[in-house]
T-cell receptor, first 117, second 115 residues
Framework: AQSVTQPDIHITVSEGASLELRCNYS??????LFWYVQSPGQGLQLLLK??????LVQGIKGFEAEFKRSQSSFNLRKPSVHWSDAAEYFC???????????????FGKGTHLIIQP | DAGVIQSPRHEVTEMGQEVTLRCKPI?????LFWYRQTMMRGLELLIY????????DSGMPEDRFSAKMPNASFSTLKIQPSEPRDSAVYFC?????????????FGEGSRLTVL
């Protein structure tokens, strides 16, 4: 069974500082990996996704993530955070349905990002 | 293009009452998912449909929960009777099939409070 672990429940970062949110996954095949962001009272918005090719992927809002197969990780990074980045961040893993997989994504428990002024 | 539309956004009801949550997926998407989000358990997949047919309902907590998708543009999640432990945010999400990568598009959620 697939699973996602986000080891940090809360992270506090000063505005302007760099950010890294950790994500480790367990999956039996080549994973399709995603990062979503959820602002209070809102639905989830896709930040970026990885399914093949370059292991460093760029997303919206200045975020990037690096897929490391040897570490089963897909950490999210941003060089300089803004107060508006305060939100809940979810890592997710799933099968690419183009290859026949049709499951819903499995999400981590999320990391709550707090931005200090 | 309109996103996934859910209603109601907020529902407060009393224990024992029937609750119906509604979802309109993105036009052309043939997969629809219902998730539940709680502080304790995070995001849990309840059920998903492909071409209006339920594929996997193993995440539905118990018989009090039921979901239907009568056509490609509408789905309901029903709880009868509701209990306080059903209080959560329920999300609907959809995705397409052709040439995609499994990305889900989420609605804004329905926040349910059962008193």
């Amino acid at each position: 069974a697939q699973s996602v672990t986000q080891p940090d429940i809360h992270i506090t970062v000063s505005e302007g500082a760099s950010l890294e949110l950790r994500c480790n996954y367990s999956y039996g095949a080549t994973p399709y990996l995603f990062w979503y962001v959820q602002s209070p009272g809102q639905g989830l918005q896709l930040l970026l996704k990885y399914f093949s090719g370059d292991t460093l992927v760029q997303g919206i809002k200045g975020f990037e993530a690096e897929f490391k197969r040897s570490q089963s990780s897909f950490n999210l990074r941003k060089p300089s955070v803004h107060w508006s980045d305060a939100a809940e961040y979810f890592c997710a893993v799933g099968a690419g349905y183009s290859g026949g997989g049709a499951d819903g994504l499995t999400f981590g428990k999320g990391t709550h990002l707090i931005i200090q002024p | 293009d309109a996103g996934v539309i859910q209603s109601p956004r907020h529902e407060v009801t009393e224990m024992g009452q029937e609750v119906t949550l509604r979802c309109k997926p993105i036009s052309g998407h043939d997969y629809l998912f219902w998730y539940r989000q709680t502080m304790m358990r995070g995001l849990e997949l309840l059920i998903y449909f492909n071409n209006n047919v339920p594929i996997d309902d193993s995440g539905m907590p118990e018989d009090r929960f039921s979901a239907k998708m009568p056509n490609a543009s509408f789905s309901t999640l029903k709880i009868q009777p509701s209990e306080p432990r059903d209080s959560a945010v329920y999300f609907c999400a959809s995705r397409g099939t052709s040439g995609g990568t499994g990305e889900l598009f989420f609605g804004e959620g329905s926040r349910l409070t059962v008193l």
